[in-house]
């Protein structure tokens, strides 16, 4: 029997990891400091808990997100197993019931024979193996106790959360249901505006007061979670081009494109709630109510829970973890997470399963698999593990996976077929690394 592998962090990523090694067959103590300890962000004590959107992205080939999902899949991910258990109506989007998702991950973890849970806050960096996987919100003393490791040092930058809306409480007769471009059924509501409603929207919006958090600064703000309001500011005609782009829907009242659209997409598996997509934010709770309720339909939406913005932290990871992400230092210890750099819920959990399926050949004296740079479980760990002078947090995208070597000029066309050879790569590594 191997000896037990400390798992920090009942996250995406530490769930992840600690489903992967007990599969095969590793012993896992997984550390989770909920209920006893709650982050600023966490509210439930269920394991995986999605506080920003309940979107998990694209599925589709063309789409990195999608390509991600296909290659966990292939590695049996459990939480993709618990999204397919708890999925929305999206479109062409992976959407889930954040209660049942959360469940379906805490239940297979809390009954797995090989999986001990204790709930209780860890401190100080454990000993090897282990993987931590405490994510951004990282609690003070631990991340104190990362940063005196050497050579590690912490960077962060700012995260928002969209609001969540009834309902019951929307004015249905001003908005339609349907995805962009035909993309699955009448998943999301869409709220079209005018260009004069959205021209009063958008000067409320840039001049609504902000609620201040600590040490912020714009330059902090990680692109993919910018906060609406500050996108706004950009220029008045930014949101068309962004959350409340207006393409691909017709509102069958007019049977034309609106000027703009703000959508909603359902938050649990009843469709009582609604979250309102790229509205990241943070506004004053009375300004949200006073500038969001000027979005048809939402005159008096009934919010079950205003945006917020909180920091997070991430660590400078080129300078000391490695392709696998374990450390330099010492390779039966590794990270995993949004805390290494990667940024996502299905990035995170894939540095997870990168995380341990690599760590658990290690423990069992096998090669450890090399994804190399045509899968994204491969070019996300380059991504995170490679110098570039300005270490930034990554999503998936197709720019990091290594080129095709011919041209092709259709872009759906170009990314399909650089999917396909990262299957193809993913289940020869499989195989070759008895995966």
């Not at 940063?147 to 040092?153: A, D, H, Y």
């Not at 659209?261 to 997509?277: A, F, H, I, K």
């Not at 829970?305 to 000391?320: A, I, K, Q």
Request: hydrophobic share 40%; net charge neutral.
């Amino acid at each position: 029997m191997n000896d037990a592998v400390t798992v920090v962090g009942a996250g995406l990523a530490g769930c992840e990891a600690a489903w992967q090694l007990a599969k095969r067959g590793i012993p896992v103590i997984l550390y989770e400091m909920k209920p006893v300890c709650f982050s600023p962000a966490h509210t439930k004590p269920g394991f995986a808990e999605l506080v920003c959107s309940n979107s998990l992205k694209a599925e589709y080939l063309s789409n990195a997100s999608g390509l991600l999902k296909a290659e966990m899949r292939l590695l049996d991910s459990l939480i993709l197993k618990a999204a397919d258990e708890a999925r929305l109506p999206a479109g062409g989007a992976l959407a889930v019931d954040r209660d049942i998702f959360s469940g379906c991950i805490t239940k297979a973890l809390e009954e797995h024979p090989l999986v001990t849970v204790r709930r209780e806050r860890i401190d100080e960096v454990p000993s090897s193996p282990a993987i931590v996987a405490t994510g951004p919100l990282t609690h003070e003393k631990l991340s104190e106790s990362i940063q005196r490791m050497p050579g590690f040092s912490a960077l962060h930058f700012f995260d928002a959360e969209a609001p969540i809306v009834t309902r019951d409480s929307l004015d249905m007769s001003r908005i339609f249901a349907a995805s962009r471009y035909d993309r699955g059924a009448d998943d999301y509501l869409n709220c079209p505006m005018t260009q004069e409603e959205y021209d009063a929207f958008y000067d409320a919006l840039v001049s609504a007061e902000t609620a201040p958090v600590h040490e912020f600064d714009k330059k902090q703000v990680f692109e993919g979670c910018i906060a609406v309001e500050i996108l706004a500011q950009r220029g008045r005609q930014t949101l068309c081009y962004g959350p409340m782009k207006p393409v691909g829907l017709a509102d069958p009242k007019t049977g034309r494109m609106p000027y703009a659209v703000v959508q909603l997409r359902r938050d649990n598996m009843s469709g009582t709630l609604y979250n309102l997509v790229g509205f990241q934010t943070r506004l004053k709770f009375g300004e949200q109510k006073r500038v969001f309720s000027m979005i048809p339909g939402l005159e008096n939406a009934e919010f079950a829970r205003y945006g917020v913005m909180h920091r997070n932290t991430y660590l400078n990871s080129p300078d000391v973890l490695g392709k696998n992400y374990q450390t330099k230092a010492d390779p039966l210890l590794r990270f995993a997470g949004q805390m290494t750099g990667v940024e996502g819920y299905m990035e995170s959990a894939a540095s997870g399963l990168t995380a341990a399926v690599s760590l658990a050949n290690c423990l069992e004296g096998k090669p450890e698999p090399d994804f190399g740079s045509q899968t994204l479980l491969g070019a996300l760990a380059g991504h995170v593990c490679t110098q570039t002078g300005d270490f930034q947090p990554m999503n998936a995208n197709f720019g990091l996976l290594e080129p095709l070597g011919k041209k092709i000029r259709n872009k759906k066309e170009r990314y399909e077929l650089m999917s396909a050879r990262s299957l193809e790569r993913m289940a020869d590594i499989i195989q070759t690394y008895k995966l």
